[in-house]
């Protein structure tokens, strides 16, 4: 795409600015500051904390959030597959045996961009819960409460969010978008 095409996309697509770059580098550090602080004691180079993240909106937030955990850590993602259990529309993988054995006995940080319905993060958790681990936390850059409908229990919120379309900072509308380096709404859902 030239730079001409670029822009023009931008401008019908990208409404209003929410978060700056500077802004969720900002939210970025305190999660990481205190995550860092509840698992400091908790994670050790036996026992890493396990990240766990759902491809591919989280990709930008997660290699962001994990820079800032002054932690031993070890990193799994759960992928979308054209077979496993249908979720909300999508479907998921299976866990790996690799990643099932990794979780057993440990403690879990589930990392997601955005929580929406809250079916994703339902679902997930659940699958991590059947692998036996100490204890599962979630933490989500962006929470879209007035959306939610399942009952779930998130640990870490970065920002909520009211209940419009947003791009960018690995979010994506149509597959594109995903690496703006802000947050914004998507133009069409402004009008
Ligand atoms: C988004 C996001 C979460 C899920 C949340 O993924 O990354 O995983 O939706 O929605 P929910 O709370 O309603 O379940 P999406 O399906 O857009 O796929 P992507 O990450 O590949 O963009």
Redesign the pocket.
Known sequence: MDTQQEISLLEKEVGSLLFTEAEIKAKVEELGRTITQDFKHIATTEKPLIIVG?????LIFLADLMRELDLPVELYFVD?SSGGNQ????RYSELSTRMGEAIQDRHVLFV????????????ITRMLWQKNPTSVSVCTLLS?EA??I?DIDIRYIGFHIDPVYVIGY???YK?QF?NLRYISVLKADEE
């Open positions: 759902v491809l591919k909106g989280v979308v979720v909300g529309g999508r997601e961009d955005i929580v929406d319905e809250g079916l994703t993060l339902s679902y879209k959306k939610r399942m690995g979010l994506d597959e995903r």
